[in-house]
């Protein structure tokens, strides 16, 4: 990711809206949500979330794709991994061991994700 590219995803989790929105994609994983079912637990109206979504997807943090008659959404984690790696890259001047706890954070273990997704499924 170069600076002009990390800009463009700043700016788009920059409003509080499209921040909750690619936080819940994130939870949702790689099975996504329709952008009805996102308008309805970001309590928003279907409009505002496609202005919000449409900026998700034009800075890359977001991707949709069309199953039968809803699209759905869901976050794009090469790009939030690359976002990542672009504000730690050249960590802690040649120190690795401070950055560690700050990279182990950034996801679940597998197990957990399985669950989740799991139990995703069965809602």
Known sequence: MDERQATLAFGAL???TRL????????????GMAAGAIADKAGVAPS?????LKDLEHSGMVSSRR???SII??????TLSS????????????HPEICTPALAASCCPP?????????L???
Do not use: W
């Open 73 to 78: 959404y869901s976050a794009n984690y090469e």
């Open 111 to 119: 197990a957990k994700a399985t669950k989740r997704k799991k139990a």
């Open 48 to 52: 505002n979330v496609s202005f919000h």
């Open 121 to 123: 499924q069965v809602s």
């Open 14 to 16: 920059s409003q509080e």
């Open 83 to 94: 976002l990542i790696q672009f504000l730690m890259k050249d960590c802690c001047a040649g």
């Open 20 to 31: 909750n929105i690619v936080r819940m994609l994130v939870i949702a994983g790689p099975v």
């Open 67 to 69: 199953e039968a008659r």
